[in-house]
């Protein structure tokens, strides 16, 4: 009995967009700390419906998701940074949050590489 490989073209032009988001993701991370990257989230949006039934679904929704968090928690460091806490709380939790979201980014583009779906 032999096994045969059957790809979809639709599922791997959408495995190409979810690759490019995910590094437009990380590179308005990287360059703006996240601030431009709403230019991918709505990318995301648009594109998210298209691949339904696929993994890159959950892909898209994993940016999604981390858009957001990330986007929480710089407004509650920013909040930190200008109250009487002041930079002794905001500085190590903005540290924290850029490895938090680094470590989303790079999970995400493994996993889409090894055809793994996000949680």
Request: aromatic share 16%; hydrophobic share 55%.
């Amino acid at each position: 009995m032999t096994q045969e490989l059957i790809l979809d073209g639709k599922v791997e032009d959408a495995k190409n967009t979810a690759r490019i988001l995910y590094a437009l993701h990380g590179a308005t991370f990287f360059f703006s700390l996240g601030t431009l990257s709403i230019i991918p989230l709505i990318i995301n949006y648009v594109k998210q419906p298209e691949s339904e039934g696929t993994l890159v679904y959950s892909h898209h929704s994993w940016m999604i998701r981390s858009f957001w968090w990330y986007l929480v928690w710089m407004v509650i460091g920013v909040f930190f940074a200008v109250t009487v806490v002041g930079l002794v709380v905001a500085i190590p939790l903005f540290g924290i949050i850029w490895v938090w979201k680094a470590y989303r980014l790079i999970r995400g583009f493994i996993d889409l590489n090894n055809n793994r779906a996000m949680p």
